[in-house]
């Protein structure tokens, strides 16, 4: 059964969005409902597939032990798409 779901978004997002599902021959409907399915499944980081790419990756950049990852990131993302 389907169900409406009303969102919020930032307009430049909703427009990137829409483009990349233009692009990739989908709605928008299925890009949110693929995602949400795929958020929900993964129960940890570690249950995702990492390419090898990005594995030759890991521990190059070195961080502070007390700095809060996450944290940093939200507010990277927030600035990034409140623009």
Partial sequence: MNTKLTLKLNKRA???????????????????????????????????????NVLELAGIVKLSENINVKKVYGKHIEEKYSK
């Fill in 14 to 52: 909703i427009d990137r969005a829409k483009q990349y599902a233009r692009k990739n021959r989908q709605s928008l409907s299925v890009m949110v409902e693929k995602y949400f399915n795929l958020i929900a499944h993964k129960e940890s980081i570690a249950e995702i597939e990492i390419s090898p």
